[in-house]
């Protein structure tokens, strides 16, 4: 009876301590201290188990605790870890984490990145971590096509050759920036992804900024800005290999090293990768050396400075030509037939590849004059090199011609041509490959003064001065077994036989000078309400050199600079209801010069379109947003009109010479709405989305288009566009996105995403649209499943990641660009199919 008696005693207590040390019931709110806003997803643990809770959109956590004292463990992907020791209940109240990366606060800053809540633009972000996960072989553009209003293809398929377009807007209508440095082309206003090759290596996170955007500098964006932020250097000491591989010979390698901030303010990041691989395509092959260096360093409390320097030494092929849909259907290699390449002796060669190395340097300097102002400015240089291949002379590279082809739709046949060089002697080639190269110099300052004029009302102003210098010559690359080349094209040596290396067709430079400025005031009250407007100007300058069409002794080889004043205004709010619901808007309108081809539109300096109108944007934006607990949602509603829009037709007169125009008064009209939402179901499983439907459409005919002749002389009668109505090409109107996002444990996330894209119209110019003609021809809808899993686990002592990603699993066959038809259908319309299934497997070891 005593021994019950005990055993009775003994479970009591145990009872009695089971509650008296039952769970602790902790809460907090975690503030990422370089924008002072709620960090959503950050991982809450507690310390020595599994236990485990993820902040909310608004940054806050409850977590029940299996001990009534102990640690949390709080950890996010950009951020240094921080244990916070906690007893009993309690509340933490505001807990603030700090970027793992030195002068990544002054980075956001000069940047101009968009804050949650608080910027009222449409945006969407996406971090490291994502574009880690899902990017593998894919191109480093394609991360962003589950957003809205996005629009992104893989074009001829070549390593780097995709394309974005945004709201209806293609690359040059779309500000591309890196760390706040614009990358568009100061002549067209394109971007070549394929100059980035290793950009998504050092990506720290990339906004999304739809429409106006939050851009500071005087970039005059039509469809918005796409932001990108590359990763500064580490706090703390550490770095990691990693290798991926994936279908068609992808193999990539790299490795990442940061000395971390030591003890004099000196931190050091380098990293470098190599990426080759065959393509998806046929004769697409590819190889790519990318680096990249940031040097921060602490001089003061007062001062900061960081060199970085990153680029990526690359070539590829390509396949420039799209198909007739049967074309494919009749090549053995179907959607991936390409005919831009052979073999000559036995070695591969392309007629179409490119090659490129454009190296980017800046040096920022951060400067805290007081504690109300601050003053941030970057100086950069970037010098490029390279260019495409093709052909001059006879044309033997037809797909359709078997006479220098091996097999129907087979490849080049190199050696025959060869031959036939070889036989013509001292006549020289007929035929030979030359690459149109375009390298330049380009180096700019971006500066921005901060100053508090009260607790509520910020002032910023800054400048941005930038001078481009690019010169565009063709030269041999291969004879092709012959002695020479003959080339008439230069005046100055107008009996060129040229040899390798030798320049032919044309030469000549653009020179394209840019001084920009702006003024905002930015004003905050009681946290709850956010306004601002900002003016902004700028003088685009334009010059062109002629070495081939002028004497060296002619005035004319070097034309006169052309001046281009622009402005704009821009303004918008944001008002928070509560805590959860917020509202904003924005309006602005704004001018831009015409690009440099729509003033020498017809390459030379004789016939310069001195005059030509600046385009006019007007655009304006309502949004709502709503952020709970377990719902993060976004919609909004844009209206963008794009006015006098510089076009330049070139007709082919009886006698062979040519004749253009240059046509004014082109206007085009693009809104829709946009969806984007976020739900977490619980702490390891999460559901995205996303909508998008647009109308974009030319407004208007165009009458009474005058043509001349290359005298600049009237000739003919003036001719009419018909395009009122007809919808924009080349982008899909209508988008819908679905995805699940799934902790399976907490070192394994799995990933499904679906994609829809419909109301895709194929691509033409409006200039040629001279008689009246239906819609361009209307590509099928297609939808496309991706899907990534990530594990984590520990080797030896080291953390080490496997991925894996399959993109398009159910292997879809789909149409992803297209070049509109005589007759506006599919038996007329030149194609790019998309890609099939593809894969790649990702390892990472950390040190």
Request: proline fraction near 2%; glycine fraction near 10%.
């Amino acid at each position: 009876m005593k021994k019950v008696s005990q055993c009775l005693t003994i479970l009591v207590l145990t009872m009695f301590c089971s509650f008296a040390f039952a769970q602790s019931t902790v809460s907090g709110t975690i503030i990422g201290s370089d924008m002072n806003q709620p960090l959503p997803g950050v991982n809450v643990i507690e310390k020595g188990t599994s236990n485990g809770s993820a902040t909310n959109f608004d940054g806050q956590f409850i977590i029940n605790t299996k001990s009534a004292t102990g640690e949390l463990v709080l950890s996010f992907v950009g951020y240094t870890s921080k244990t916070i020791a906690f007893s009993g209940d309690m509340d933490l109240g505001k807990i603030m984490m700090d970027p793992s990366e030195v002068g990544l606060q002054e980075v956001q800053i000069i940047a101009s990145v968009a804050v949650d809540r608080k910027t009222p633009v449409a945006v969407s972000t996406i971090r490291a971590s994502e574009i880690e996960l899902k990017l593998g072989s894919q191109e480093f553009p394609e991360i962003l096509k589950s957003t809205p209003g996005v629009y992104v293809t893989k074009t001829g398929g070549g390593f780097g050759d995709g394309e974005i377009r945004l709201r209806g807007f293609n690359s040059e209508n779309v500000a591309v920036m890196i760390n706040g440095v614009p990358v568009n082309d100061m002549e067209n206003g394109r971007v070549y992804w394929s100059n980035w090759a290793g950009l998504g290596d050092v990506t720290s996170s990339m906004q999304v900024q739809r429409g106006l955007g939050a851009s500071k500098v005087a970039v005059p964006s039509i469809g918005g800005t796409i932001n990108i932020i590359s990763k500064t250097t580490d706090v703390e000491e550490g770095g990691n290999f990693y290798t991926t591989l994936g279908n068609d010979g992808f193999k990539k390698f790299g490795v990442t090293y940061s000395t971390g901030l030591m003890d004099n303010g000196l931190a050091v990041t380098v990293s470098g990768s190599k990426t080759d691989g065959d393509g998806y395509v046929d004769g697409t092959p590819f190889n790519a050396i990318s680096y990249f260096l940031n040097v921060s360093k602490e001089i003061n409390d007062k001062h900061k400075i960081a060199l970085t320097a990153f680029g990526a030494k690359q070539t590829h092929g390509q396949r420039q030509n799209p198909y007739l849909v049967e074309t494919f259907r009749e090549s053995e290699s179907g959607r991936k037939y390409n005919s831009d390449w052979g073999y000559k002796d036995g070695q591969f060669t392309s007629v179409e590849d490119n090659f490129y190395h454009k190296p980017q340097i800046s040096l920022n300097h951060y400067w805290n004059i007081s504690q109300a102002s601050s003053l941030s400015t970057a100086a950069y240089v970037s010098v490029g090199s390279g260019g495409g291949g093709g052909f001059s002379g006879v044309n033997k590279f037809r797909f359709d011609d078997d006479e220098y082809r091996i097999g129907n739709l087979g490849t080049v046949d190199f050696d025959k041509i060869v031959s036939e060089n070889e036989t013509a002697g001292v006549e020289g080639s007929e035929s030979i490959l030359r690459a149109s190269r375009n390298d330049h110099i380009w180096y700019g300052v971006l500066s921005t003064f901060k100053t508090d004029l009260t607790d509520d009302l910020v002032l910023l102003t800054g400048l941005d001065l930038r001078g481009y210098e690019g010169f565009h010559f063709t030269e041999v690359t291969d004879l092709l077994g012959g002695q020479y080349f003959s080339d008439a094209s230069d005046v100055n040596n107008p009996n060129n036989q040229a040899q390798v290396g030798d320049k032919i067709l044309y030469d000549n430079d653009g020179k394209v000078g840019w001084l920009g400025g702006f003024v905002q005031a930015e004003y905050d009250i009681q946290e709850n309400f956010n306004a601002f407007v900002s003016v902004s100007a700028s003088n685009t300058s334009y010059q062109r050199v002629d070495r081939f069409l002028y004497l060296d002794s002619d005035p004319l080889q070097e034309s006169d600079v052309y001046n281009f004043f622009a402005y704009g205004a821009k303004g918008g709010a944001n008002y928070r209801l509560d805590d959860r619901n917020n509202v904003f808007f924005n309006l602005g309108y704004f001018e831009r010069a015409p690009f440099f081809n729509s003033i020498f539109a017809n390459r030379n300096n004789t016939d310069v379109n001195g005059d030509a109108p600046n385009q006019r944007i007007t655009s304006f934006e309502v949004g709502y947003g709503h952020r709970a607990e377990k719902l993060s949602a976004n919609i909004n509603l844009y209206h963008t009109t794009w006015k006098d829009r510089t076009e330049f037709a070139s007709f082919q007169a009886q006698d062979g010479t040519r004749n253009f125009a240059n046509i004014l008064g082109v206007n085009a009209l693009h809104m829709g709405v946009e969806l984007d939402f976020n739900y977490r179901v619980s702490s390891t499983f999460s559901v995205t989305g996303m909508a998008s439907i647009g109308d974009w459409r030319w407004q208007n005919n165009v009458e009474d288009v005058i043509i001349f002749d290359e005298e600049n002389n009237a000739v003919g009668d003036p001719i009419n566009l018909f395009i009122e109505d007809l919808h924009v090409g080349n982008a899909a109107q209508t988008t819908f996105g679905l995805g699940t996002i799934y902790k399976l444990t907490p070192k394994t996330t799995f990933t499904i995403d679906y994609l829809y894209n419909g109301d895709i119209y194929a691509d033409y110019d409006p200039s040629n649209r001279t008689t009246k003609r239906p819609d361009a021809f209307k590509l099928p809808d297609f939808g496309l499943f991706d899907s990534a899993i990530r594990h984590g686990f520990k080797f030896g002592s080291l953390d080490a990641e496997l991925t894996g990603r399959i993109n398009n699993i159910f292997d879809t066959e789909f149409i992803a660009d297209a070049r509109d038809g005589a007759e506006s259908d599919v038996f007329t319309t030149r194609v790019f199919y998309g890609f099939g299934r593809t894969f790649s497997l990702g390892a990472k070891l950390n040190f």
